[in-house]
């Protein structure tokens, strides 16, 4: 079983040193989702939302959320990301929409808390924006479907199962 990183021998938090890791290519991609009512869907879609610009908000907040996850998260390592990717497409199926969040980084450790958190903004935005009309809208599942680079190499998850893959 592998052991927490972040977890010292006596139990306590602290910051992984990543002062002796190989500079590499990492990137990683998270997805999610936000459900809502077709009728809300509908109005984002065709730019009628009193708010303005849903999707254009929402990847604006997605990029800079990324680039503030080590303010975020207690133990992430600051990182100077050098791409952030937001798709935000709409789903009639939900009815709603999907989020996609990529991050790439040349640097000694991985970005995927920066692409979950991209993501996770992206979707809080569109609720933000909507909610107005709309409060029961859902968000999630909300998960890292790839990453690259690094000591563990690629990873991408296999949806036949929704388990880990290669």
């Given at each position: 079983?592998?052991?927490?990183?972040?977890?010292?021998?006596?139990?306590?938090?602290?910051?992984?040193?990543?002062?002796?890791?190989?500079?590499?290519?990492?990137i990683a991609v998270a997805e999610g989702c936000i459900k809502m009512q077709q009728a809300t869907l509908t109005m984002i879609n065709t730019g009628n939302a009193k708010k303005g610009d849903v999707i254009a908000t929402a990847r604006i907040a997605?990029?800079?959320?990324?680039?503030?996850?080590?303010?975020?998260?207690?133990?992430?390592?600051?990182?100077?990301?050098?791409?952030?990717?937001?798709?935000?497409?709409?789903?009639?199926?939900?009815?709603?929409?999907?989020?996609?969040?990529?991050?790439?980084?040349?640097?000694?450790?991985?970005?995927?808390?920066?692409?979950?958190?991209?993501?996770?903004?992206?979707?809080?935005?569109?609720?933000?924006?909507?909610?107005?009309?709309?409060?029961?809208?859902?968000?999630?599942?909300?998960?890292?479907?790839?990453?690259?680079?690094?000591?563990?190499?690629?990873?991408?998850?296999?949806?036949?199962?929704?388990?880990?893959?290669?």
């Amino acid at each position: 079983m592998a052991k927490l990183t972040h977890i010292n021998q006596s139990g306590e938090a602290h910051m992984v040193d990543v002062g002796d890791k190989s500079i590499s290519s990492r990137i990683a991609v998270a997805e999610g989702c936000i459900k809502m009512q077709q009728a809300t869907l509908t109005m984002i879609n065709t730019g009628n939302a009193k708010k303005g610009d849903v999707i254009a908000t929402a990847r604006i907040a997605g990029i800079m959320a990324a680039k503030k996850t080590s303010d975020l998260i207690p133990l992430c390592h600051p990182i100077g990301l050098s791409k952030v990717t937001l798709e935000i497409n709409p789903d009639n199926s939900l009815p709603g929409f999907i989020v996609r969040a990529t991050t790439k980084v040349e640097g000694k450790t991985g970005v995927e808390m920066e692409a979950l958190t991209a993501c996770s903004i992206a979707c809080l935005t569109i609720y933000d924006m909507a909610k107005a009309v709309d409060r029961g809208m859902e968000i999630g599942p909300i998960r890292l479907v790839e990453k690259s680079g690094g000591k563990s190499g690629h990873w991408k998850i296999d949806n036949a199962n929704n388990s880990d893959g290669t």
